[in-house]
T-cell receptor
Framework: DTEVTQTPKHLVMGMTNKKSLKCEQHMGHRAMYWYKQKAKKPPELMFV???????INESVPSRFSPECPNSSLLNLHLHALQPEDSALYLC????????????FGAGTRLSVL | GQQLNQSPQSMFIQEGEDVSMNCTSSSIFNTWLWYKQEPGEGPVLLIA?????ELTSNGRLTAQFGITRKDSFLNISASIPSDVGIYFC????????FGIGTKLQVIP
């Protein structure tokens, strides 16, 4: 089983809303990632968690707040987003942090109005 | 940081033709990955390469890890319509780096 499950698949929110994206994996992976992907571009790394601790924050604005409640779950809390934050948000996991294959979820398509 | 140059950026080919795309890196990689992404989906791993010179196949797909460890190519033989998508190379170091992608369109 190499499945990473993301919910919801689609999300529309206003600029004053608070919402959360969820990601789950049961492969025993200890590294989890959030990426943002704009149309016709490769995924851009946002955050990396290793053993439930934030390892990398790629200078992401504070309106994006990641959380790793346990080794299987990764959340991305959204607050006061801007229309330019509309994108496909991808979660991925890997066995460990360095040099390992990352398995991706199907993503959450986010639209900010 | 690491940079990946992937080419070509797009291809239109006839069904049944072979396809070749490649990636070059500004630095040495220990692992090369090739992913395919279809519209509205996340990237799906196609092939992983771990050793310089390694040649690995997955059905009609063949990928090679360059001897210099700074390049890799992916070949698709006898293309079919479901090969349509964007193909990304990636180097999964601590901060994984993706190539710009090769958009493949297959004309039946």
């Amino acid at each position: 089983d190499t499945e990473v499950t993301q919910t919801p698949k689609h999300l529309v929110m206003g600029m004053t809303n608070k919402k959360s994206l969820k990601c789950e994996q049961h492969m025993g992976h200890r590294a989890m990632y959030w990426y943002k992907q704009k149309a016709k571009k490769p995924p851009e790394l946002m955050f990396v968690y290793s053993y439930e601790k934030l390892s990398i924050n790629e200078s992401v604005p504070s309106r994006f707040s990641p959380e790793c409640p346990n080794s299987s779950l990764l959340n991305l809390h959204l607050h006061a987003l801007q229309p330019e934050d509309s994108a496909l948000y991808l979660c991925a996991s890997s066995q460990k942090l360095t040099g390992n294959i990352q398995y991706f979820g199907a993503g959450t398509r986010l639209s900010v109005l | 940081g690491q940079q990946l140059n992937q080419s070509p950026q797009s291809m239109f080919i006839q069904e049944g033709e072979d396809v070749s795309m490649n990636c070059t890196s500004s630095s040495i990689f220990n692992t090369w990955l090739w992913y395919k992404q279809e519209p509205g989906e996340g990237p799906v791993l196609l092939i992983a390469l771990y050793k310089a010179g390694e040649l690995t196949s997955n059905g009609r797909l063949t990928a090679q890890f360059g001897i210099t460890r700074k390049d890799s190519f992916l070949n698709i033989s006898a293309s079919i319509p479901s090969d349509v998508g964007i193909y990304f190379c990636a180097g999964p170091e601590q901060k994984v780096t993706f190539g710009i992608g090769t958009k493949l369109q297959v004309i039946p």
